[in-house]
């Protein structure tokens, strides 16, 4: 069984800095995609940040420039390093994993169940 636990959401203030770090760990062959979501109260979960098994990398327009993901492919893990942080930036950060449990078996999706970042104004 695949799981998914995110850690480093926290309470900063305006302009403060957080890192987020999620592991992946069960049954895993090769993770294709490693990616950030977030959700804020009464709004859709939306990407935040996206990271390939190349080091290729996407981000929403909102957080370009101030937020960094990267991976770590030996351990299975991801990070979301956020500078600069505003109050907009404030909600449940979600772990995705796009990943194969077997050689050419099929691709699932995985979610971690989500920390909490809170930037105060």
């Known amino acids: 069984q695949v799981q998914l636990v995110e850690s480093g959401g926290g309470l900063v203030q305006a302009g403060g800095s957080l890192r987020l770090s999620c592991a992946v760990s069960g049954s895993i062959f090769s993770i294709n995609v490693m990616a950030w979501y977030h959700q804020a109260p009464g709004k859709q979960r939306e990407l935040v940040a996206a990271?390939?098994?190349?080091?290729?990398?996407n981000y929403a327009d909102s957080v370009k420039g101030r937020f960094t993901i990267s991976r770590d492919n030996a351990n299975n893990a991801v990070y979301l390093q956020m500078n600069s942080l505003k109050p907009e930036d404030t909600a449940v950060y979600y772990c995705n994993a796009v990943l194969r449990e077997r050689n050419s078996g099929p691709t699932y999706r995985y979610w971690g169940q989500g920390t909490q970042v809170t930037v105060s104004s």
């Open positions: 990271i390939t098994s190349g080091a290729d990398t």
